[in-house]
């Protein structure tokens, strides 16, 4: 691994988790406002959903509903599959860096890939009768719908995705 905790290609496998995995018994007991942060980091060269199962299970040990966690697996796989598609172009030699962070009251993932970047201002609003055909723009809609603050670095090139935990 080199010195900045990032893999290059021919040390990343499909997926190669930097963290400790999330186990039941690391989570501490929640106790009052003080809550247990769970973080992961993972490099890609080919999206999968090792580091899902991660998140997902932290949030269910964080007592998230399904819904919360519904949104933020597809934002997540939404903001993956744009970044090995549109940001990397396909390229297996380039890395996708992802790292979240789970609380007792939110879910924090950062995605980010080696491509030139976007304006997401650009982007056409799906919704839009003249644009119900387009292909563009429909994922970053849908993790806008589903997460409660979507933002993008100046380049283009990462997206962070914040989710607050939905009150029942």
Not at 6 to 15: D, S
Not at 18 to 25: L, Q
Not at 153 to 162: A, D, Q, W, Y
Request: aromatic share 6%; hydrophobic share 40%.
């Amino acid at each position: 691994m080199s010195a900045n905790n990032v893999m290059t290609a021919t040390q990343a496998t499909a997926c190669e988790r930097i963290a400790a995995p999330p186990r039941e018994e690391n989570v501490s007991p929640l106790r009052g406002e003080h809550v247990a942060k769970r973080r992961g980091k993972y490099v890609l060269t080919v999206p999968n959903d090792k580091f899902l199962r991660d998140i997902i299970a932290v949030m269910k040990l964080a007592g998230f509903s399904d819904h919360d966690i519904f949104g933020v697996r597809l934002a997540v796989e939404e903001a993956v599959a744009n970044a090995y598609t549109h940001g990397n172009r396909r390229d297996v030699t380039k890395q996708i860096m992802i790292s979240y962070e789970v609380t007792r009251r939110s879910v924090r993932a950062v995605v980010e890939d080696q491509g030139q970047g976007f304006k997401p201002a650009h982007l056409p609003d799906p919704t839009l009768l003249e644009n119900l055909d387009k292909e563009r723009g429909r994922g970053v809609a849908l993790m806008r719908t589903f997460m409660t603050r979507v933002r993008f670095n100046r380049r283009g090139n990462k997206v962070t995705l914040f989710k607050r935990r939905t009150e029942d």
